[in-house]
């Protein structure tokens, strides 16, 4: 029974990366109408960017979780200004093909400088122990992930369902034209959502660092399954992209113990499912299904 | 005195097909004017024009005397362009209050929260609710309470009465008129020639893209028979 509880728990930290890659996929799908294959490559960046802080300026984890979002974060919006941005209008395979090329670009020149094997980042001061949760002791890092995604996921759902920037982007990824009608200029909060999910990436790959390898191709197994996340969430759907990324960190850990092997198959066998079952994901909205 | 909105030589087309020929009418300041014609005749294509969200490929717009004719949409409601598009355009995942909030207020004629939810007491009742949760007649007042909100000084309205019950549409001519009573303009979409001689003060019939007429309201009750059989109903 412990042992269960336990799985679950890693289960529920693995989700929480998948709950925040997703959470930016999500926004930046609903407001851009793109699909974001560079997603994992910021993952990848952030945690490179935690690592080359502390190697190059022996900078700590705790400026990097602030500093290298922010950095990243600002990247994203020029991307989107310089390259993005001109693609919107065209079919959709045209920003995937930029990203996923872009995607390549980061992987390879990361490889150039730093090589496929995985670097060591250490587990920040203060987080290195374990904490009695009562039952059984838990890794201290690996609680503080969880607590801080958990956190990090209300604060974004907060911000889009009680404030008047999140009411713009619910209305904006509803109708944008109609939303221009009603005097909000749209474009100006373009370049924003997709710095903000960008750098939720980069958070989740800080938060990485200490826990998994930080190597080049890091976030390209992962972006994949959090696709999968995204489309069970229900495509666009903010609440639902954080929920299915829980539930299938959980659901994988506990696959694994009764079916090792086939967890991550498993997530693409319940992605089916969901789909054949309700075609706009678990939390998405009819209307919004295409 | 200059007119409001003047619309001149307006052509639209949706890529090779040109729906819009030479469009052009005037609506003072504090009249309501009516646009009448059959299905597909432009009505929503010239309202889409004058809001910014449909390019012309020919003619201006000009509103209060300034050309607004290359405006986005936004800039355009700013100036006071309010639309209330054919399918109410109500925000599903909005709540009502948050549908009426959303529009940021251009001017002091701009309508308080309080003053729409007295001129609109089911508003207030459903103010939690959902957008998409009300009624077809609740969703029409909610798109223009929205636009009163934000202090448009033109109303586009698309065949608001469409759909509706007779007692609706009854509430709904009481609201124009209560608009028009209040000093805004109305440019007003409708099929229903009858309802819409209660309401307006003019018409301008527009059949297969152009402006074929202009009637006042006793033309339209004189040939109303005729005018019901032109538009098919
Ligand atoms: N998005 C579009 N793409 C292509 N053609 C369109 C589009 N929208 C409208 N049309 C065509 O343009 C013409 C005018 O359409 P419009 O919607 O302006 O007419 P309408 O007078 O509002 O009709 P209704 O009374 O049915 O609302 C129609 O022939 C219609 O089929
Ligand atoms: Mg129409």
Known sequence: MTDLLQHAFNGLVNGSFYALLALGLAVIFGMLGVVNFAHGAFYMLGAFGAFILLNEAGVNFWVALLVVPLALGAVGMALERLLVRRLVALDPLYNFLLTFGLTLILQDLLRMKYGSQPQPYPQPAGLRGTVDLGLFDFPAYQVFVLVFSVLVSVGAWLLLARTRVGMIIRAATERPELTRAMGIDVGRWISPVFGFGIALAALSGVLAAPMRAVSPLMGADLIILVFAVVVIGGLGSIFGSVAAGFLIGMLQALGNVYVPGLATTSVFILMAVVLLWRPAGLFGREETAV | ?233
């Open chain 2, 1 to 233: 005195m200059s007119p409001l909105l003047s619309v001149q030589c307006i052509n639209a087309s949706y890529g090779e097909a040109q729906v819009l020929r030479d469009v052009s009418l005037d609506v003072a300041a504090g009249e309501v004017v009516t646009l009448v014609g059959r299905n597909g005749a432009g009505k929503t294509t010239l309202l889409r024009c004058l809001m910014g969200l449909h390019r012309p490929t020919a003619g201006t717009v000009t509103l209060d005397g300034a050309d607004i004719t290359g405006l986005p949409a936004h800039r355009r409601a700013r100036r006071g362009l309010g639309l209330v598009p054919d399918d109410r355009g109500i925000f599903a995942s909005l709540s009502v209050e948050e549908n009426l909030r959303l529009p940021p207020g251009i001017s002091d004629s701009a309508w308080s929260m309080d003053r729409v939810y007295e001129s609109f007491p089911v508003l207030k009742e459903r103010r939690k609710f959902p957008g998409t949760k009300l009624s077809g007649g609740e969703q029409q007042m909610l798109a223009i309470a929205r636009v009163l909100r934000m202090g448009a000084r033109l109303l586009l309205c698309d065949e608001p009465t469409e759909g509706l019950s007779p007692v609706l549409v009854r509430q709904i001519g009481d609201i124009l008129r209560d608009v028009k009573a209040a000093g805004v303009t109305v440019l007003l979409v409708e099929q229903n020639v009858r309802f819409a001689s209660t309401v307006a003060d003019r018409h301008y019939l527009l059949a297969q893209g152009r402006v074929a007429q202009t009637l006042d309201n006793t033309e339209v009750k004189e040939r109303e028979h005729e005018l019901l059989e032109y538009l098919g109903i």
